[in-house]
């Protein structure tokens, strides 16, 4: 069984520049969370998706985005990059409803310069 | 009232020995607690969770101990072996929805 897929896996853009990040979840898995990683701030969540509808939140500017489509697969896009937002972007699936039992990808390694 | 603290920020452990790590939560709602494992390039691997509704749950060598009226969790991992090395992260969610909120993480090193 196919894991999460995440591309790419490494990302250099220029400050104001935007950037879509893409998720594939595990077959059948039909939640998928947005997570940023960074050194300072640890893991912190961006947003959620199920079945094509953002359920959840975290607390992001406007500049980060995203959305799921009919097959799961998931996008996130972050417009006007600043240098702040150089991070590890890690996207998570589960099959369930309700919490827990997420498998997460390799993420994305997003550098801003 | 999201936050999770985990302690130590890192941790050195002789192979054979225990490592213990701890979490502490504020959050009444959550009611779900997983562990996850991360190695250097990877992303976090769900390693062993319990919910409030039981005090102790083992996996092989790994095993969560959870006190609710403290709020607090730990995890402990028995007989630690250098492949153990990698960086742990407690985590906790409640009726919100799917969204994790995780402790600092933890270096943990297990020395040969």
């Known amino acids: 069984k196919a894991g999460v897929t995440q591309t790419p896996r490494y990302l250099i853009k220029t400050r104001g520049q935007q950037v879509t990040l893409s998720c594939s979840p595990i077959?059948?898995?039909?939640?998928v969370s947005w997570y940023q990683q960074t050194p300072g701030q640890g893991l912190q969540f961006l947003f959620e998706?199920?079945?094509?509808?953002?359920?959840n939140k975290g607390n992001f500017p406007g500049r980060f985005s995203g959305r799921q489509f009919s097959n799961s697969r998931s996008e996130m896009n972050v417009s006007t990059l600043e240098l702040g937002d150089s991070a590890l972007y890690l996207c998570?699936?589960?099959?369930?409803?309700?919490?827990?039992?997420?498998?997460f990808g390799s993420g994305t390694r997003l550098t801003v310069v | 009232q999201q936050q999770v603290k985990q302690s130590p920020q890192s941790l050195i452990v002789q192979k054979g020995g225990i490592s213990i790590i701890n979490c502490a939560y504020e959050?009444?709602?959550?009611?779900?607690f997983p562990w996850y494992q991360q190695f250097p390039g990877k992303g976090p691997a769900l390693l062993i969770a319990?919910?409030?509704?039981?005090s102790e749950k083992k996996e092989g060598r790994f095993t969560i101990s959870f006190n609710k009226s403290a709020k607090q969790f730990s995890l402990h991992i028995m007989d630690s072996q250098p492949g153990d090395s990698a960086t742990y992260f407690c985590?906790?969610?409640?009726?919100?929805?799917?969204?994790?909120?995780f402790g600092g993480g933890t270096r943990l090193m297990v020395k040969p």
């Open positions: 998570a699936s589960s099959s369930e409803t309700g919490a827990g039992g997420y498998t």
């Open positions: 077959s059948g898995h039909r939640s």
């Open positions: 998706y199920f079945s094509e509808t953002q359920r």
């Open positions: 959050n009444t709602a959550f009611d779900y």
């Open positions: 319990i919910r409030p509704d039981v």
């Open positions: 985590a906790a969610s409640g009726n919100a929805g799917n969204m994790l909120t």
